[in-house]
């Protein structure tokens, strides 16, 4: 079991085909995925027909719409990155404020108020998006009624898009941040006001820079995940989709390997993120 | 007594209390300028709570604090002459040492080429020069003490607060740093409050020391005043190593009385005025204190080799108990042969009586005058 | 830090702070979930019309179609669950227990790699696998195990497979955390006074591991119960998969009381099971969220 007690040899052996299979299983997709943005064949599907860039470069005088000539992807990604910009700064401001809420603050009702934060959590994506795109409406209908306003940002739309994803991920922001501010020592604080900082000062030269690593941690989390949302994004769209969504509706049709290209992008993009943070990370350890 | 002018710090009639706890209980007490000044006191005594109100993180609930002949009342932490060391000396981890030292100089917004020069001076007093870039958790235990005091010093306090900052070093490194903590206060001559449960950094470190006990003080004065001539049982017994013996007076003349215990041994010591301004009488509940280095030991009552004294020193006698070889401060375990009273007495650095034996029988006795007794309790 | 300094100073800054966890709990929370509700319990009596009934709620039990699809979404919703769970459990073991520093740090990365990578794109790989003139129909003609390529998607398996691959890290974290933590020496003294592997696994490892599990089950139940994107892609045109239900209500049809109600029923039955599985575990809500 552990290595300090002896284990059967047959036992040693599965194990190793076990985890063998089970990093087959993990990445067989993906590698597939890989290899058909390079394949020169109108569909990504075998057998392989030659290595080609044209699904990253390719234009009309081949025939073939490459990614980057694909104005309705690219402007998609655009969308996505828009998206994920904004759930990003909305979800770390409000999870920072809350870790200081929960943290910092006594106050009836804490604990329900610390459940609560918890809540969104465990109600499924597709919900959140129909209940968020329910109410928006009604609050629209309900201020062009009594004030005449035209409320267009509570119709479906990226703004909606925006408040339908914040709605779940200010929780995960809010969980990484208070986890980090709980195990904050609060005699820096002390120390620092000891040394003459006013308070504004403290917050700006102790706590937050100590707080850096969790808000950066959970920016990139958020932003990823705000990225490859669909659940919510789904329900929440108008005229213009991001891009998981943009992808969903090619792969029913059956699509050309610029969707494989485009996941090339995507991966590469994660890659270079979590490289990033990993960095981050180190530093924020020291 | 001095002039009220050359207080660094003067607390009157300070009062703190938690609920119905009363942490600080009316303290009045003056800091002269340019003294190391310790507060001594077993956990709980409320010598935090103290060292807290004067840095001005507790507002007291009565009286005052002063510093530098001004009243403390209502100003914050950060606008006091007031620096503090903290216990696990609370260097910031995200900056660089010189970043540490240099922090409350940027807050008062002190220019950057003025900062770093004073930062590399202060960081060359107190022997870490060229430490700027380093990272605090590539210093060892001491350096990391010597950075947080000179991130205090750097600011120039009229008072510097250390709160029991070699609590979490090792034995070694806290003997050095005890050294080097009394040379530094020597060289900048700045005010030292320093608050620990250790008698021997006290006693070691400071010009006066003030035993804190249950939210007062029970004596102030220096070490030696202290250690010779507590002012009171909790003092006797808290300020270096005592044999505590408890019984009645027996018999009073003049000066000394004989205490004997319940089990019937008697001794004798000199009386001394209790914190109630009683003096031990005949009849009374006591406790007799004897040093163990005061004691002397032999294997008969002609070794005895006691100091010219004005009364006759009573000879007891013992059996070995046990051996405690501790170097310098080596110690026998004795106990009185007839009523098996436990008696602790230093051993000559001489190494003699080396060679004893447990349950080997010897004699002891002290200098009455320089064993104290207090009443205890009630007349009975 | 300090006491406090002035009460209405502190006063302002809770509330200060309270404001945007307010705005967020009520305003994209609770309301639109209480609207929802309000929703699912109105029918519409004519144009601009509505009275409050329960004829959403009948349609679903007198629908066979709704009540089957309910009912066969909660049933490969549990089996992936379980699934994932039996994949996960010795795959965290083995990073946890079984390697040590680098070899175990690096096999928890690669663990991790797939997911950072969006659900879509993981998707895409498994239709270009499993599709009738995919990757694997074509393996197995050239091996000799089919005659002609077998169409591999758009069957409840297929939905199985992209439903686990999806899940596998929610529950290898919770799981790796909670395993992880497990003292060596616990396992150890229990084989010296007579264990064998099994009963050390049920009255050891398991109980210490029963918040993660419990975690990794509610999250991937949750997840794979909303999932929409793999049961319609994987499960064909109209694979019956509740959430799609859901979307044609509320956005085809434009029948948002009826989906509604379909939603509504859809977060009963998440809760329930979240409930369940707090109660069969003996677990607290907010343990047992913070470890996932």
Redesign the interface.
């Given at each position: 079991?552990?290595?300090?007690?002896p284990r059967p040899l047959w036992l040693r052996v599965a194990?190793v085909v076990?985890?063998a299979a089970?990093?087959v299983?993990?990445?067989?997709?993906?590698?597939?995925?890989a290899a058909?943005a390079f394949n020169d064949a109108a569909?990504?599907?075998?057998?392989w027909q030659g290595f080609t860039l044209d699904w990253f470069t390719g234009d009309e005088s081949k025939g073939r719409t490459g990614l980057f000539k694909d104005q309705e992807l690219m402007g998609s990604i655009l969308t996505s990155l828009l998206v994920a910009a904004w759930v990003t700064l909305l979800s770390v401001?409000?999870g920072t404020?809350?870790a200081?809420?929960m943290e910092r603050?006594r106050?009836r009702g804490q604990g329900l108020?610390?459940?609560?934060?918890?809540?969104?959590?465990?109600?499924?994506?597709?919900?959140?998006g129909?209940?968020?795109?329910?109410?928006?409406s009604?609050v629209a209908d309900l201020l062009g009624d009594v004030f005449g306003w035209e409320a267009e940002f509570l119709r479906p739309g990226l703004p909606l898009v925006v408040?339908g994803q914040?709605?779940y991920l200010?929780a995960i922001s809010t969980?990484t941040i208070s986890?980090r501010l709980k195990r904050f020592?609060?005699?820096?604080?002390?120390?620092?006001?000891?040394?003459?900082?006013?308070r504004p000062?403290?917050l700006a030269?102790?706590t937050l820079?100590?707080l850096r690593p969790a808000m950066i941690g959970s920016a990139a989390i958020v932003f990823?995940m705000s990225?490859?949302n669909?659940?919510t994004t789904?329900?929440l769209v108008g005229a213009d989709s991001p891009?998981?969504v943009m992808?969903?509706g090619r792969?029913?049709d059956g699509a050309t390997p610029v969707?494989?290209a485009v996941?090339v992008f995507?991966?590469v993009a994660?890659?270079a993120?979590?490289l990033l943070l990993m960095r981050g990370g180190a530093q924020g350890r020291? | 007594m001095s002039a009220p002018q050359d207080f660094d710090l003067e607390a009157k009639s300070a009062l703190k209390r938690f609920g119905t706890h009363t942490a600080v209980d009316s303290l009045s007490f003056g800091v002269k300028r340019g003294s190391f000044f310790s507060i001594l006191g077993p956990s709980g005594c409320g010598k935090t709570t103290l060292l807290r109100m004067i840095a001005g993180f507790i507002e007291p609930d009565g009286g005052d604090i002063e510093i530098g002949g001004r009243s403390q009342r209502g100003v914050a932490p950060n606008r006091r002459s007031v620096n503090m060391v903290f216990q696990q000396l609370a260097l910031f981890p995200m900056m660089s040492v010189g970043e540490n030292v240099a922090y409350g100089l940027a807050r008062r917004g002190v220019g950057r080429a003025e900062r770093d020069s004073k930062v590399r001076a202060m960081l060359e007093r107190v022997g870490l020069p060229g430490a700027e870039s380093k990272r605090t958790d590539e210093l060892s235990g001491g350096q990391r003490q010597r950075v947080a005091i000179a991130r205090s010093l750097v600011l120039e306090p009229t008072l510097l607060l250390l709160d029991e900052p070699l609590g979490a070093l090792d034995l070694k490194l806290r003997e050095r740093m005890k050294i080097e903590l009394k040379q530094l206060q020597a060289a900048f001559g700045t005010t030292f409050v320093y608050i620990t449960h250790d008698q021997s950094e006290a006693l070691v470190l400071s010009d006066q020391v003030a035993v804190m006990n249950a939210g007062r003080f029970e004596q102030v004065g220096s070490p030696q005043e202290l250690y010779y001539s507590p002012a009171t049982p909790f003092v006797a017994g808290f300020v270096g190593a005592n044999n505590r013996i408890e019984g009645r007076v027996s018999a009073v003349h003049g000066a000394l009385v004989d205490v004997a215990t319940p089990e019937g041994w008697v001794v004798r010591a000199q009386t001394q005025t209790g914190p109630d301004g009683r003096k031990p009488g005949v009849g009374d509940a006591a406790s007799a204190f004897v040093r163990p280095e005061v004691a002397v030991l032999g294997r008969s009552a002609a070794e005895l080799d006691l100091p010219p004294a004005a009364a006759p020193a009573p000879v007891h006698e013992g059996v070995v108990e046990s051996l405690l070889f501790d170097g310098a401060n080596s110690a026998v375990l004795l106990r009185e042969t007839k009523t098996r009273a436990e008696f602790r007495v230093a051993l000559p650095q001489t190494g003699r009586y080396a060679d004893l034996k447990v349950d080997e029988r010897v004699v002891f006795s002290f200098a009455p005058e320089r064993a104290v007794c207090f009443a205890t309790g009630g007349h009975g | 830090m300090v006491e406090a300094s002035g009460t209405l100073t502190r006063r302002l800054l809770l509330w200060l702070l309270l404001a945007p966890a307010l705005v967020w709990l009520l305003g994209l929370i609770l309301l639109p979930h209480l609207d929802l509700a309000l929703l699912s319990f109105r029918e519409r009596t004519g144009p601009g019309e509505y009275a409050y009934s329960l004829a959403q709620y009948r349609t679903f039990f007198a629908e066979p179609l709704y009540w089957d699809v309910f009912v066969r979404t909660a049933v490969i919703s549990l089996i992936a669950t379980a699934i994932t769970l039996l994949i996960a459990f010795p795959i965290a073991w083995t990073i946890a227990k079984l390697t040590q520093g680098r070899v175990s740090a690096l096999l928890f990365a690669v663990c991790l790699i797939p997911f950072w990578v969006s659900e879509t794109v993981r998707t895409l790989g498994w239709m270009i696998l499993l599709r009738e003139t995919g990757v694997l129909p074509g393996v197995l003609v050239s091996l000799g195990v089919t005659d002609a390529p077998v169409e591999m998607l758009y069957r409840d398996a297929t939905i199985l497979v992209g439903l686990v691959y999806t899940s596998l890290l929610f529950m290898v974290v919770p799981l790796y955390s909670s395993l992880e933590s497990l003292d060596d020496s616990l396992i150890e003294a229990a084989y010296d006074l007579g264990g064998n592997g099994w009963t050390v696994l049920r009255t050891i490892v398991i109980p210490h591991a029963a918040p993660g599990i419990t975690a990794g089950c509610i999250v991937v139940f949750m997840l794979t119960l909303g999932n929409y994107l793999t049961a319609s892609l994987l499960g064909g045109k109209n694979s019956l998969w509740f959430t799609e239900q859901i979307y044609t209500q509320f956005i085809t049809r434009f029948n948002w009381e009826q989906g509604a109600a379909f939603g509504f029923l859809l977060l009963l039955l998440s809760s329930l099971m979240v409930w369940i599985g707090l109660r069969l575990s003996g677990q607290k809500f907010a343990d047992v969220m913070s470890r996932s």
């Open positions: 079991m552990i290595p300090s007690l194990t076990f985890v089970f990093l299983f993990l990445f067989l997709p993906l590698v597939t995925v058909f569909y990504p599907a075998p057998p401001v409000v404020t809350n200081f809420l603050m106050f108020l610390s459940l609560m934060m918890l809540i969104p959590l465990v109600i499924p994506g597709v919900i959140l129909i209940s968020i795109l329910a109410f928006a009604r408040l914040v709605s200010i969980l986890a020592d609060r005699t820096l604080e002390e120390a620092a006001y000891n040394l003459g900082a006013s000062a403290v030269t102790i820079p100590y990823l990225f490859e669909f659940n789904l329900m891009l998981t992808m969903y792969m029913r969707l494989n996941s995507l991966m994660s890659a993120i979590a020291r | - | -």
